[in-house]
C-alpha cells in the first residue's frame, strides 16, 4: 500500500482552477467527441469566456494565470455544446473572413476558410477594372462575408449584396451595420429578379450557391445538423441555383465581365459545361490549398 500523501501536499479542493487545468480538460472533452482540432476550438473557447484572444490564453497559460470558478464552469457549459458538435462560431456568435470577424448564428451559413480564396478571385478582378467606379454582385450573401470582403479590401468598388433567406439577411443587415462599409448595399430580393437596373453594367459577379446535392449527407455534423438547408442543397446534381446564377450574371455583366463560383471538389468539370453552353467564355476550374477543385471562373 503507498503512503498517504501529507496532508500539505495535497491539491487544494479549493483552490481557483488555472487557465492550463480548464484547457486540457477542455481539449479532452472535445478530443473524445471527435471534434477537429480540439487545441483550436479549446483556446477559442476559454478566450472567448475570458474576453482575451487566442494569443493571450496561450500567454496565461505559460504564466500559470488562474480563472474565476465562474468562468470555469462558463466554460464547462460551452465545451458541453462544442463536444454535441454545435458550430464553435454559433457559441460565440462570431466567425473570422479574411481581415473581417462576423457576426453569425442558427439561419446563416457559417463562412468557410475556403471562400476566403475563392473572394481573392473576385478582389483580383475587381482590382484590374480601369474603372473609377467598378461594380461587383455577390448572388447569395448569407452572412455578407463575401461581399464586405469586397468592399473593404476594394473600397473604391461598389458592391450589391444579394439573399433571399429572409433569416439569413438578418445577418447580413446586421454585419454591414457593423462593419460600417458605405460602399456596399444590401438587397433583399428573389436572386433570378436581382437588380435588373444594373444589366450590362456590372464587372465582377460572385457567389457561393448551395451546391450539394439533394441525395448526399453532409459529413460534417456541424454543417448536417446546423447550416441551414436552403444554403446546402441545390438540387438533384447540386447545380440548380448554378443554372440560375449563370442566366442572372449574363444579364449583369457587360461583355468581358467576370464570374466567380464557389463549388463542390468534383462538380469542376460540370459546371464548366454548363457555363460554355450557356455562352461563357474562357471558364476555368482552380484549385484550393488543399489542392481540390473549389472555385470556377469564366467570362462573360
Known amino acids: 500500500m503507498p503512503p498517504e500523501t501529507p496532508a500539505a501536499d495535497r491539491p487544494d479542493a479549493s483552490a481557483a482552477p488555472t487557465v492550463r487545468s480548464l484547457l486540457e480538460r477542455t481539449v479532452t472533452v472535445l478530443a473524445a467527441a471527435g471534434v477537429p482540432d480540439p487545441e483550436v476550438d479549446a483556446e477559442l473557447l476559454v478566450g472567448h469566456v475570458l474576453g482575451v484572444s487566442r494569443g493571450r490564453v496561450q500567454a496565461l497559460t505559460v504564466m500559470g494565470s488562474s480563472v474565476e470558478v465562474q468562468e470555469a464552469e462558463r466554460v464547462r457549459e460551452l465545451t458541453e455544446r462544442r463536444a454535441a458538435r454545435e458550430p464553435l462560431q454559433h457559441i460565440t456568435g462570431r466567425a473570422a473572413f479574411r481581415s473581417l470577424e462576423l457576426a453569425v448564428g442558427p439561419g446563416v451559413f457559417v463562412p468557410r476558410p475556403e471562400t476566403e480564396q475563392v473572394a481573392q478571385f473576385a478582389i483580383d478582378a475587381l482590382r484590374s477594372v480601369p474603372s473609377a467606379e467598378p461594380i461587383a454582385v455577390d448572388l447569395g450573401t448569407g452572412s455578407g462575408a463575401i461581399a464586405l470582403a469586397l468592399a473593404t479590401e476594394v473600397p473604391h468598388a461598389r458592391v450589391f449584396a444579394v439573399e433571399n433567406s429572409p433569416e439569413a439577411f438578418i445577418w447580413t443587415r446586421r454585419n454591414v451595420d457593423e462593419t460600417g462599409a458605405t460602399n456596399i448595399r444590401p438587397v433583399f430580393i428573389d436572386l433570378a429578379d436581382a437588380l435588373p437596373e444594373l444589366d450590362g453594367t456590372v464587372d465582377v459577379v460572385i457567389s457561393n450557391p448551395p451546391y450539394v ?37 449574363q444579364r449583369l455583366l457587360h461583355p468581358g465581365g467576370t464570374l466567380v463560383l464557389e463549388h463542390g471538389e468534383l462538380q469542376g468539370a460540370a459546371i464548366r459545361a454548363l457555363l460554355t453552353a450557356d455562352g461563357w467564355r474562357a471558364a476555368a476550374t482552380h484549385r484550393d490549398l488543399t489542392t481540390r477543385d473549389r472555385a470556377t471562373i469564366a467570362l462573360r
Open 213 to 249: 446535392p439533394d441525395a448526399a449527407i453532409p459529413r460534417d455534423p456541424e454543417v448536417r445538423l446546423f447550416d441551414p438547408a436552403a444554403a446546402l442543397y441545390g438540387g438533384e446534381d447540386g447545380l440548380d441555383v448554378v443554372r440560375v446564377i449563370s442566366r442572372v450574371a
